[in-house]
Structures are given as structure tokens and as C-alpha cells.
Nanobody, 123 residues
Framework: VQLQASGGGLVQAGDSLRLSCAAS????????VGWFRQAPGKEREFVAA????????IYADSVKGRFTIYRDAAKNTVDLQMGSLKPEDTAVYYC?????????????????WGQGTLVTVSS
């Protein structure tokens, strides 16, 4: 499966932004699709994930209540709606597919990665 992330840009603190991840190829029922981010000089970290089968959504504590992940099975897309953005949300955001279907916040369990889209939040 190939993943294409889009929607990044420059916004101000408090603004909203919606990222989209389009998958070409098959997303299987057991798959998990996740969003991760990597800020300059930092390790890549988990943001949110959604299970394909039953639409269970999981969030990192740092974004809970501000970000929402959506899955459209008909379009093979996973969007990340980001609200109340903060400068510390500045990062390259990546979408990825976890074929194992488990340990959804562990980036080592993700088999396929998109190219990333840059989000910059100014104060």
C-alpha cells in the first residue's frame, strides 16, 4: 500500500487544520492506520490511530480533546482534524499502516509510511 499525506501548512496558534492520508492499495480489516509526527531534533511520536475494522480511535495524551481522526473506508482515506493548535504541534506529520493490528502507538509496528506533510504553528 502507498500512502500520500497532504494538508499541511503554516497556521497561527489556536487555528485548525485538517490533514488527509490517501491510501492506494488495500487496507485490510485487521489494519490500523495511524498518524505520527516528528519535530526538528526530536524522535517521531505517535499522534492518533484508527482501527479499520471497528473504527476504534486512539489518541496521544498531548492531542486528546484537540485532534480527531476520521476514517473513510469507501475512499481509503484517513483524516486528522487538528484544533486549538499550539506551537509545540509544529512537526512533519506522517501517516502509516500497521498490518499487525496491534500496539497501535508503537511506530515499530507500522509497515508502510507516507512521505510526510509539514505543519508549522506560529505563536
Amino acid at each position: 500500500v502507498q500512502l500520500q499525506a497532504s494538508g499541511g501548512g503554516l497556521v497561527q496558534a489556536g487555528d485548525s487544520l485538517r490533514l488527509s492520508c490517501a491510501a492506494s492499495g488495500t487496507i485490510y480489516a485487521n489494519d490500523v492506520v495511524g498518524w505520527f509526527r516528528q519535530a526538528p531534533g526530536k524522535e517521531r511520536e505517535f499522534v492518533a490511530a484508527v482501527t479499520w475494522r471497528n473504527y476504534k480511535r486512539i489518541y496521544a495524551d498531548s492531542v486528546k480533546g484537540r485532534f480527531t481522526i476520521y476514517r473513510d473506508a469507501a475512499k481509503n482515506t484517513v483524516d486528522l482534524q487538528m484544533g486549538s493548535l499550539k506551537p509545540e504541534d509544529t512537526a512533519v506529520y506522517y501517516c502509516a499502516v500497521n498490518r499487525y493490528g496491534d500496539d497501535t502507538s508503537n511506530l515499530k509496528r507500522y509497515n508502510y509510511w507516507g512521505q510526510g506533510t509539514l505543519v508549522t504553528v506560529s505563536s
